[in-house]
């Protein structure tokens, strides 16, 4: 019965069509409603911040979408990098935050850190950058 249900929920959410050619017949699956993430800001640059430093930036998204998003991974570069985001569905319009930070300690120069957003949005997966430098 569930299984059924999940077919019928699927199948929902698509639209056969079919286009004829002289001997060949096309057809295309188009996802209707589907999920879309818009960040606000792909980049942030903490500018120069002091060795120790936890530096802390949330990256805004909001669901253009028809259906809710759902982050399923964010995946950092190192171990120096801490992302933290909801695990619920994101309903069409509304907006909610990615909190990455960055720590410092042992570390001096210029950094710049590519975290993986993925979802199950049209792309499937984003990527956010926080950058800066380490001074002493």
Not at 58 to 82: A, M, R
Not at 94 to 103: G, L, N, W, Y
């Amino acid at each position: 019965m569930k299984a059924s249900k999940l077919i019928i929920v699927f199948f929902s959410f698509i639209a056969l069509s079919v286009s004829a050619q002289p001997g060949k017949k096309i057809f295309t699956i188009e996802a209707e409603g589907q999920p879309s993430i818009k960040f606000e800001e792909m980049v942030h640059d903490f500018g120069t911040i002091v060795e120790g430093t936890q530096a802390t930036y949330e990256f805004t998204y909001t669901n253009t979408g028809k259906t809710p998003l759902i982050i399923t991974d964010v995946k950092p570069p190192c171990s120096c990098t801490i992302p933290e985001w909801s695990k619920d569905p994101l309903q069409p319009g509304k907006s909610s935050k990615i909190k990455v930070t960055f720590d410092s300690k042992a570390k001096s120069g210029s950094f710049t850190k590519t975290i993986e957003v993925k979802h199950n949005g049209e792309s499937a997966r984003d990527y956010i950058t926080i950058k800066g430098i380490v001074g002493t």
